[in-house]
Structure formats: C-alpha cells, structure tokens
C-alpha cells in the first residue's frame, strides 16, 4: 500500500543548479499538490493539479513548474535553484471527499 | 473567500494541562474540515475530521457553524502531544485546490 511517493528523500544543489522531485500516488487521486515547509512555518502551496493536464498556481509559484500527464504523476521542477528554496517539500494528493495524503518529503538544501 | 485561519502560531503548555487549537474558516455552505498532525520529521497525517466525529488519542473538535470555528482540544496534554498542527478545510475550486489550509500552531508540551 505505496500511497504516495517522494522522491529523492534528501538533496543538496549548488545555486543554478535545476533538478527535478519526484511524486506519485496509486490511489488515483484526482488532486495534487505541491507544498514547502520552511524551518518554523506552515505549509505554503507552490503548485496544484486538478487532474491529468491541469495545473495551477498556489501562493509561491515563482521559481517553480510542474506537469501532470498522468493521474499518477506530478513532478515539481527547480529550473534554477536559489538558498531561498531550501525547504522541505511535501506532495500530497487527494479526491473529492477525502482527506489528503502525503508524502514523506524531500529535505532541499541550496548552497 | 475560502479560508483557514490558526491564530496561534506557538501553544505552549505544561504535562496534564487542557489544550485548545483554535481553527477558524470561512466557507459559503457546510464545510468538511479536518486536524492534520506532522510530528518531528514525519509526514502530515490526518489526526480527524468533523464528519466522523470521533476522538483521536484523546483529541476531539466540534463544529460550530455559529462561530465558523472547528477548535481541537484535548483535556489532559501529554508531551508526546507535541507536534504541528494543521486545521483544513474541503473547499470546492477557488486558487488552493480543494483542500486549504491553515498556517499551522505549534503545540509544544513541557514536563
């Protein structure tokens, strides 16, 4: 019973760099998110997805884009990776109805 | 607008003592809310939701639509209590999905 899956769990970048986190969900979920956590604080959405081909901005898109092609995906991508994007970053999904699931996180550093 | 508003960003009380997290929303129509829990470096997982009605390690809400408030108590706080919590909200469309979120408050419990 996967639920949802992050991947990579940790990371370190160099600034510039770009990478690309993993997340899938076999619960064929229609909704998924994206979301940071910075040390001390709440979670902030980056990214939602209403179902395959739909996407849209949360409340801090900027630096950020993400897909979803498949119910089961939705990557999150750092084109060019900044210190302020140090954070935790947690996918979750759900569907009408249900609460959400998520997933165990990625630990991002930017150095 | 659909919002969820955790006024305390920091409860801190002592072993044994009562403890309230005061959640707040605004919905048009009748709102299904939850309580998420995120302990140290674990990911968020539903802690309960109104519709069930039920207690959860000893933590119970009760909705009232009066007041728009869905607060989480507990009478007798133990330290492994201690954690972040997070007050949600299922909305339908607007910019944050369906599911919303409060900032989170948290609970810290000293011996």
């Known amino acids: 019973n996967a639920g949802v899956t992050q991947t990579p769990k940790f990371r370190i970048l160099k600034i510039g760099q770009s990478m690309t986190l993993q997340c899938t969900q076999d619960?064929?979920?229609?909704?998924m998110y994206w979301y940071r956590q910075d040390p001390g604080m709440g979670l902030k959405l980056i990214y939602y997805?209403?179902?395959?081909?739909?996407?849209d901005k949360g409340e801090v898109p900027n630096g950020y884009n993400v897909s979803r092609s498949t119910t089961e995906d939705f990557p999150l991508r750092l084109e060019l990776a900044a210190p302020s994007q140090t954070s935790v970053y947690f996918c979750?999904?759900?569907?009408?109805?249900?609460?959400?699931?998520f997933g165990q996180g990625t630990r991002l550093t930017v150095v | 607008a659909q919002r969820v508003t955790q006024p305390e960003k920091l409860l801190s009380v002592f072993k044994g003592a009562p403890v309230e997290l005061k959640c707040n929303y605004s919905?048009?129509?009748?709102?299904?809310l939850f309580w998420y829990v995120q302990y140290s470096r674990q990911r968020l997982q539903l802690l309960l939701r109104h519709i069930s009605r039920e207690s959860i390690k000893g933590f119970t809400a009760d909705l009232n639509k009066g007041e728009t408030s869905f607060h989480l108590k507990k009478p007798f706080a133990q330290e492994e209590d201690s954690a972040m919590y997070y007050c949600?909200?299922?909305?339908?469309?607007?910019?944050?999905?369906?599911?919303?979120f409060g900032k989170g408050t948290k609970l810290s419990v000293k011996p």
């Open positions: 949600a909200l299922l909305g339908y469309g607007g910019s944050q999905g369906n599911l919303i």
């Open positions: 619960m064929n979920h229609n909704y």
């Open positions: 997805s209403v179902g395959a081909g739909i996407t």
């Open positions: 979750a999904s759900s569907s009408v109805n249900t609460e959400a699931f």
């Open positions: 919905y048009s129509g009748s709102p299904e």
